[in-house]
């Protein structure tokens, strides 16, 4: 609970033909979080065998084109499963790029082949509509197109085009002898028919193209009466719609047919190109491969065993602890060659926490994980600033709905969180004696925020101090394992950094809150040497045990050292006074809800309020709005301002003492991402 799950270093060295299986054990099981190769030795080469060389290109090409068949069902309103059990999904990616390659291939042709017949027809329909507008006008102005080109002096041209464009056309042929027939298509498009002089022809068109003209070209089959080819075009575009409809149902059917397919197929593709992927990482000998990472120290054993079970020929297993002082995971440790992951492993109601410590950054391998205190501390804060029964049973009830709903099931945790801080809410609201910012003295169990300001904030800075205190003996405890002393002794939060602040701190108690006089002499005395001992043992400790560095790695500290010296002392003091200050502000919250509550039933009772000799029918109605909206407005606005300043208490005034975030998140090979 207080430190992150203990790992092991496992190393299995297997025959080639035996990787596949190891590696289908390993992403099934979820349970190894894979290091690069270089780390173990510099000697082996990448870990891909010779006959999976090709295999990855070819895989990725399979599932683009999976990809682009997915896209092409799902445009028909056709969904596809992605959720398989992972009995169904076989790691073996040769086996599973020569089962599908064929399979997608055939189907990505198939599908273009409809789809091109699609597109086919809807360009002949296209043509069809236009010439069928085109002779619509031909029609109106009561001649054919025939007749029309039988003119020996006169020829025609016809075509379709935007209507904003017909002003300007007609203002650039007002120079050219010609008769324009139009008829609107649309609110946006106009068929018009030109009928010029042949010599003018070339230039009509020309000048017609340049304002944005479709020129309709008439086939000899629909040149002659008008009526008759209207009918003809009728009958072939019925044709084409209806040849087009059963290529549609073609499409709909074989959508139907593969898309309980397409998801595994993508889910295989997916798997196996993650094993080869991993490969990379692989260490290689001329028949050997060797996997190497990390491990959840409990399940070592058991992998061990399952791993020898599963494989019938020779398999090599090492295993080895980095908080041992001997082996080659304690050895890669101490190099910095690769840093240990942090897994979590806490009980149920501590995992809505996690999402509080991993914004901030994971906890090192050895140190402390802060997500036991973070819930403590978070819990009190919030309930603290925002104590209310009714406001805290509203977050109860959301959170509820939240973490239960299936839809919101990516945020459960934070479902989960909001239950905890609205019970917090909930009791504190008890113990001020406030139901949706109404206080009642009789319900009070322990202070009324805006009667007991003295009280409230002396809490907040005694909570304050409880914090800082756990946040110095964390960092302690933390520096003596990593057996860095002088961090322990004369760090900013170290042992006697922490005495001044205690001593202090009783000081100020004795002084100011009994009233009792100290003498100087004594008050100075115990203030002071802490800090004397600071700064002279610092230095001291690095002459006596620092002095076999490089000497001009003792040049740059010395620099370091000497501006240190001389702020330390104030940076300490600064520190721990605005930090133990900035606690004011949880009982500055408390009064600040009560306020905020105060102001909204004032407001609410300025238009005759609910009871009284003024109130009527409209009065309560505006009473109960006013009151609704203004409880749902601050529950908001304060709901989100508390919980971000639990945070910065949080992470300025807890974790700078201990917690730097450094680590790096367990990521186990698996099938979906993580």
């Not at 006169?154 to 139009?182: C, D, K, N, W, Y």
């Not at 949706?436 to 800075?461: N, R, V």
Request: proline share 4%; hydrophobic share 45%; with cysteine.
């Amino acid at each position: 609970m207080f430190k992150t799950e203990r790992m092991k270093l496992i190393q299995i060295i297997t025959l080639d033909e035996d990787v596949i299986p190891v590696c289908d054990y390993l992403i099934k099981k979820k349970v190894v979080h894979l290091i690069d190769r270089a780390f173990i030795s510099t000697a082996l080469r990448e870990g891909t065998p010779t006959g999976f060389s090709n295999t990855l290109s070819e895989i990725e090409s399979i599932d683009q084109k999976l990809k682009k068949l997915s896209s092409w069902i799902t445009e028909n309103d056709v969904k596809i499963n992605h959720f398989f059990s992972e009995s169904k999904i076989v790691i073996d990616p040769v086996k599973i790029c020569n089962e599908t390659k064929q399979k997608v291939e055939e189907n990505v042709q198939t599908f273009s082949d409809y789809i091109d017949e699609i597109q086919n027809f809807k360009d002949k329909i296209d043509r069809l509509t236009r010439i069928s507008d085109t002779l619509q006008s031909f029609e109106t102005a009561g001649v054919s197109f025939e007749e029309v080109s039988k003119f020996n002096f006169f020829a025609a041209v016809t075509g379709t085009m935007p209507r904003r464009f017909i002003p300007q056309l007609r203002r650039s042929m007002q120079q050219v002898p010609h008769h324009l027939e139009l008829r609107n298509l649309s609110e946006d498009e106009v068929s018009l028919i030109v009928i010029c002089t042949k010599e003018a022809k070339k230039n009509v068109v020309y000048t017609l193209k340049n304002h944005y003209f479709s020129e309709v070209k008439i086939p000899q089959e629909y040149s002659g009466d008008p009526h008759d080819a209207l009918d003809s075009i009728e009958f072939n575009l019925w044709s084409l719609r209806e040849e087009m409809a059963a290529v549609k149902q073609k499409i709909l059917s074989l959508s139907a047919t593969l898309a309980p397919k397409i998801g595994l197929w993508q889910k295989l593709i997916k798997a196996n190109a993650k094993v080869l992927n991993a490969m990379h990482l692989f260490g290689k000998t001329a028949r050997t491969t060797c996997i190497s990472g990390w491990i959840p120290e409990r399940k070592a054993e058991k992998i061990e065993i399952e791993i020898n079970t599963l494989i019938s020929r020779p398999v090599k297993i090492e295993l080895s602890s980095p908080d041992d002082n001997t082996g080659l995971a304690s050895a890669l440790k101490k190099e910095g060659k690769t840093k240990v992951p942090s897994k979590f492993k806490h009980p149920a109601f501590l995992k809505p926490f996690q999402m509080l410590i991993t914004t901030y950054g994971y906890p090192d391998y050895d140190g402390i994980d802060p997500t036991f205190f973070v819930a403590i501390t978070f819990t009190l804060m919030f309930g603290l600033m925002f104590g209310d029964i009714g406001h805290g049973a509203v977050l109860v009830s959301i959170g509820l709905f939240i973490a239960k709903s299936k839809t919101f099931k990516s945020i459960a945790k934070a479902g989960w969180l909001m239950i905890t801080v609205g019970c917090s809410a909930m009791f504190f609201g008890l113990m001020f004696g406030s139901i949706f910012g109404i206080e009642i003295h009789s319900l009070s169990m322990w202070l009324m925020p805006l009667k007991d300001t003295k009280q409230l904030l002396g809490t907040a800075i005694f909570l304050g101090i409880l914090i800082i205190t756990t946040g110095i003996i964390l960092n302690l405890i933390q520096t003596v394992k990593r057996k860095n002393y002088r961090e322990f002794l004369f760090g900013q939060w170290g042992l006697l950094s922490g005495c001044f602040y205690w001593m202090a701190l009783g000081v100020f108690f004795i002084a100011l809150i009994r009233d009792k006089d100290i003498p100087v002499g004594l008050t100075v005395g115990v203030l002071l040497i802490p800090i004397l001992l600071i700064v002279l043992g610092d230095v001291f400790y690095a002459k006596l045990f620092e002095k076999n560095k490089p000497h001009s790695e003792h040049d740059d500290n010395d620099e370091h050292s000497a501006a240190e010296t001389i702020f330390k002392p104030i940076e300490i003091t600064l520190g721990f006074v605005t930090q133990t200050i900035s606690f004011v502000r949880v009982g500055a919250f408390a009064l600040n809800h009560a306020a905020l509550m105060m102001v909204v039933y004032q407001l609410a009772k300025m238009g005759g309020g609910l009871t009284g000799p003024e109130s009527n029918f409209g009065s309560q109605t505006a009473y109960i709005i006013a009151v609704v909206t203004g409880n749902i407005f601050v529950m908001l606005l304060e709901g989100l301002v508390v919980f971000i300043q639990c945070l910065r208490l949080e992470y300025y005034e807890f974790f700078s003492k201990f917690f730097e975030g450094n680590g790096i998140k367990f990521k186990p090979l698996e099938i979906e991402d993580n």
